[in-house]
């Protein structure tokens, strides 16, 4: 007899014995109890189930407000505490599950008499039958039917037993995924449809231990009823009830949910409501990719998501440059008891053992040294910031934060921009959150990309849509969510260069590429490092011949009272800027920099003690500077990501100015390449995240604004210096 039919069984006789109850019951987000009768929840378990998963399931349980006491039926017996968090609970054991023909508990409508209530509060009707929706902003309420919610799908429910099988069902520790192993038609029609296990040998198939796959296999299971192993029945039990959960949270966070609210005093602030609508997604999601568009607070969308979450210590794993940041942030809006909470920033690559705290920040280039250290802490929650750092596999960091991903109970990554060059880097970054998610790399190429190894993702827009649908990503643009924002305008600018200088400077590169050409006995690395001096060669001669003419653009912007980020790449690009823009007093945010004396630039341009800030364009990530008007561009990069990462620097919340993104570009050397190579990468970004590139008309229209203000401050500085504007 299976668990399901147990289930009706107790329905059943709770009906004839007059006593409503409802089958399946979210009692709250992402926990679901078998049977609920009143404010009794009862739960039935098959065999002997594991004491500690189980006694892990009757405390969420006990923390609802919709249970006031437990019964657990169980086949075999299994010793439970009288009390979970002073509700009580009663454990019956039945000795023998086939024939039995009425349940040994009998449920009445005074059974909450027999238990003694005095030590617990009554049980509310949250999360029964209907929760009310607002979405505030667009002044809709709609109720969410959570009967409807609950209603499994029949491809999760338990598969009927025809008395045959056509295979074994078992777990494989060493490769931690599940084994088909049978007739071959049916292993065979696993490997067509489930992405990754086309590598078994004929006869078994391979599905990864994720809840969409096991949910899979289990609709597989409806019409080819599979054996399973004896020792795994136990595992495959909690993990088909997982992938249950995870279709009742999806469909709770697509019906609309009520904004959550910390405990007073918990949140120092005020968010907006699109904000608010962030935080309860991130509340409900246990992992997660918080994609907001730069600019839109998805810091304090998170804090807020910690007070109300109370889940301590958290581990947040940020860039170097942001751990200060990070740090009077959380001093500045969370409380824990009416106190800041203890945050403890850790250093150095050498393991040390941990102060007492509520939240732990560690920047990325330490994980390789904490690699075997910080999974062992298991923390509950993680946050990785700017998560886009992780988009490369195969390194010591890359290693350390997923191990420490597979150790949380909850894991949300931060990032406006979570793919760079090409979208099939969003499968490094899924697969830290959520292990697997996307498949294994081999079949993620073959389904989502142009095919096997091949990186670029064919449908960026499908792929998108699916990570939203599935509920692992929310991506909002400032369109959306802002419409008072400013637009940013973008001007592609030609500028001059110094030809004699750009000559000289390409020299090396041309030797580099003789010797390329005509050294046949090149090992094929030594041609790879020549290939990349050669591109690094050009692409830095191009920034130093245009870097003067650059500079007299800035000038002008800088006379007309404009304040400007100037973004580059080489520190020798920065140096002419340095002299070139000595009168105007300007700082530097680059590699060369410490924190301090970072931080001290920001200061001084925040400030309005200096109206040019230079930075490096790699070092753009979570600064800060909206003070700026202008946004120019003074070298390229060959991501758009990094461009556009460096535009919200400014273009930010509070913004009241329109902004203009300068894009100073030559025709002799490296930037006509790179625009090249842009037009494919701004599709595969703009596509998986969501967005469309402006249409003709309207890049239009911005171009012709942006350009006669540019011209404006052309003329300008052309009068004062005596020339006239051709």
């Not at 039958?129 to 499994?152: F, H, M, V």
């Not at 830290?432 to 190429?445: A, N, V």
């Not at 009241?656 to 490296?670: F, I, M, P, R």
């Amino acid at each position: 007899m299976s668990e399901h039919t147990l289930h009706e069984l107790a329905l059943t006789t709770l009906k004839n014995s007059g006593i409503e109850a409802m089958h399946e019951v979210l009692i709250s987000p992402g926990c679901r109890i078998d049977i609920l009768a009143g404010s009794i929840g009862i739960e039935i378990k098959r065999g002997r189930p594991n004491k500690k998963v189980l006694l892990e399931q009757l405390k969420k349980y006990a923390a609802s407000d919709s249970i006031g006491a437990i019964i657990l039926i169980t086949e075999k017996s299994v010793p439970m505490p009288d009390k979970i968090n002073r509700k009580p609970v009663k454990t019956i054991a039945l000795n023998r599950l086939w024939g039995i023909a009425t349940p040994t508990v009998h449920v009445n409508n005074n059974a909450l008499d027999d238990f003694a209530f005095n030590d617990c509060e009554k049980p509310t009707e949250k999360y029964l039958i209907k929760e009310e929706a607002e979405k505030t902003e667009e002044g809709i309420n709609k109720s969410i039917d959570i009967d409807e919610i609950n209603t499994l799908p029949s491809y999760l429910l338990e598969p009927i037993n025809i008395g045959r099988t056509y295979g074994k069902l078992s777990y494989n520790r060493r490769r931690k995924c599940w084994t088909i192993t049978g007739e071959p038609y049916v292993t065979e029609l696993a490997k067509r449809l489930f992405p990754g296990s086309g590598k078994a040998r004929r006869g078994t198939a391979y599905l990864p231990d994720h809840p969409r796959s096991v949910g899979d296999c289990n609709w597989l299971m409806q019409k080819y009823p599979l054996e399973i192993a004896e020792r795994d029945r136990e595992l495959w039990e909690s993990r088909i009830e997982a992938a249950r959960q995870r279709e009742i949270r999806l469909r709770f966070l697509h019906s609309g949910l009520k904004h959550i609210s910390p405990k007073e005093g918990s949140f120092i602030g005020k968010l907006m409501p699109f904000q608010k609508e962030g935080a309860t997604w991130l509340y409900h999601t246990q992992r997660g990719l918080l994609a907001d568009e730069m600019g839109l607070g998805k810091t304090v969308q998170v804090l807020y998501t910690i007070a109300a979450l109370k889940v301590f210590p958290v581990l947040i794993v940020v860039p170097a440059h942001l751990v200060r940041n990070w740090e009077s942030e959380i001093q500045r809006f969370l409380r824990l008891n009416g106190k800041t909470p203890r945050v403890h920033i850790i250093k150095g690559l050498t393991p040390y053992k941990l102060p007492e705290a509520d939240i732990y920040i560690v920047h990325y280039l330490l994980l390789r040294g904490w690699k075997e250290a910080l999974p062992m802490y298991a923390f509950p929650f993680v946050i990785f910031d700017e998560i886009q750092e992780l988009r490369h596999s195969g390194t010591e960091k890359y290693s350390s934060a997923s191990l420490i991903s597979s150790k949380a109970d909850r894991v949300i990554g931060l990032s406006g921009t979570p793919i760079y060059n090409n979208g099939g880097e969003i499968w490094n970054v899924v697969n830290i959150l959520d292990f697997h998610f996307l498949g294994d790399r081999e079949s993620f190429t073959r389904e989502w990309c142009y095919g096997y190894g091949n990186n670029i993702v064919a449908k960026p827009e499908l792929l998108g849509s699916f990570l939203r649908q599935e509920g692992l990503m929310l991506r909002r643009t400032k369109a959306e969510v802002l419409p008072e924002l400013p637009e940013k305008r973008r001007l592609v600018q030609h500028i001059d260069t110094d030809s004699q200088v750009y000559q000289a400077l390409m020299q090396p590169v041309i030797d580099n590429i003789i010797k390329w050409h005509r050294d046949t006995e090149l090992t094929p690395s030594e041609r790879a490092l020549l290939e990349g001096n050669i591109s690094q060669g050009q692409r830095q001669a191009t920034g130093i011949a245009k870097a003067a003419y650059v500079a007299q653009f800035v000038k002008a912007l800088l006379e007309s009272d404009e304040k400007v980020l100037l973004f580059a790449h080489h520190h020798a690009v920065m140096d002419i800027y340095k002299k070139e823009l000595k009168r105007h007093s300007p700082v530097f945010i680059t590699g060369r920099e410490n924190d301090t004396q970072k931080q001290r630039s920001i200061d001084r341009f925040t400030e309005g003690r200096s109206d040019i800030c230079c930075i490096s364009l790699r070092a753009a990530s979570g600064l800060n500077l909206q003070r700026a008007s202008c946004v120019v561009f003074g070298e390229l990069d060959w991501s758009p990501a990094i461009h556009s990462q460096a535009e919200d620097r400014a273009h930010r919340i509070g913004q009241k100015d329109s902004l203009l993104c300068y894009y100073l570009v030559a025709k002799e050397g490296s930037d006509a390449d790179i625009q090249d190579a842009l037009g494919l990468k701004v599709s595969q970004f703009m596509g998986l995240m969501g967005e469309k590139p402006q249409d003709k008309a309207r890049e239009t229209n911005l171009a012709n604004l942006a350009r006669n203000h540019a011209m404006r401050i052309i003329e300008k500085y052309l009068s004062n210096a005596g020339e006239k504007a051709v």
